[in-house]
């Protein structure tokens, strides 16, 4: 999980792409399909709050090659779900939107980040509990209940859908 996080102020209009100074949007393909995606982070560490109180984030902190593929993978406007770990009350408890696609690590160059803005905080958490309660049904194949330690994960439209009717939201 990010150990910690940069803040960013505001973001700028029309991100650009930081190793090409070109808008990010024509970096990654102006009308790519949107992807869905999970990310991770002990509310100790940084939480649904302070991404509310921020509205913008560098989420970096990824140490894991794994979830770095998956940073490396993601495009502005995809859509991520927050999840709090490492707590008392693990689940989804939040949205986020990509806001400005991969660049390299500030911190180490071999390791990804990306910039999130705020979207919504839900006025539940969703717990694991109830996400497992699906595992085998809705949720099968969801990569948080065969690989739950992963802190960048890919999701199906599908499941993001079922998630957010779970907690009440509208897509």
């Not at 960013?8 to 949007?25: D, E, G, N, T, Y």
């Not at 940073?71 to 779900?81: E, I, K, N, P, S």
């Not at 990804?112 to 006025?123: G, K, L, Q």
């Amino acid at each position: 999980d990010p150990s910690h996080r940069t803040v960013m102020m505001q973001a700028p209009p029309i991100p650009l792409c930081p190793s090409h100074s070109v808008p990010s949007a024509m970096w990654v393909g102006i009308g790519a399909k949107p992807q869905y995606w999970l990310l991770k982070s002990e509310p100790s560490d940084y939480s649904i709050e302070a991404m509310e109180a921020e509205q913008t984030t560098v989420w970096d902190g990824v140490r894991n090659a794994a979830a770095r593929k998956h940073l490396r993978a993601m495009q502005v406007g995809d859509r991520c779900l927050f999840y709090h770990s490492g707590c008392k009350h693990l689940g989804v408890v939040g949205e986020v939107a990509v806001s400005v696609a991969a660049y390299p690590d500030p911190a180490d160059a071999s390791w990804a980040v990306v910039d999130v803005r705020f979207v919504e905080r839900w006025p539940e958490v969703l717990p694991l509990a109830t996400l497992k309660a699906y595992a085998n049904a809705e949720l099968s194949g969801l990569r948080l209940l065969s690989q739950p330690r992963l802190s960048v994960q890919p999701m199906s439209l599908a499941h993001y859908q079922f998630i957010r009717s779970l907690a009440g939201r509208h897509t």
